[in-house]
């Protein structure tokens, strides 16, 4: 059975730091490529970051670049996002996502909330 299930979001003043984990199981982690993507309230869901099977590649969007940092673990299979100077405006629910051909399985999201 497939799980894919991200912690270590909270609230985080302007300017603070948080890190996402997502867990992966279920499917060979190695073989997907993996994603962060956000949906703030009455937005569309945006992709953040990706990161490539075995980790050499990544992309971020404009609106992360210098500040978030993507990377995983195949061993433990896991994902993470590092998120630095954060923004009232990076306020959003982060989803992970798992992509290979045909499949792509969904976290539930974790909330990050930046605010003072």
């Known amino acids: 059975q497939v799980h894919v299930v991200e912690s270590g979001g909270g609230l985080v003043q302007p300017g603070g730091s948080l890190r996402l984990s997502c867990a992966a199981s279920?499917?060979?982690?190695?073989?997907?490529?993996m994603y962060w993507y956000r949906q703030a309230p009455g937005k569309e869901r945006e992709l953040v970051a990706r990161?490539?099977?075995?980790?050499?590649?990544?992309i971020y969007a404009d609106f992360v670049k210098g500040r978030f940092t993507i990377s995983r673990d195949n061993v433990k299979e896991r994902v993470y996002l590092q998120m630095n100077s954060l923004k009232p405006e990076d306020t959003a629910v982060y989803y992970c996502?798992?992509?290979?051909?045909?499949?792509?399985?969904w976290g539930q999201g974790t909330q990050v909330t930046v605010s003072s």
């Open positions: 996502k798992a992509d290979f051909m045909t499949n792509d399985y």
């Open positions: 279920g499917f060979t982690f190695s073989n997907y490529a």
């Open positions: 990161i490539s099977e075995g980790g050499a590649s990544t």
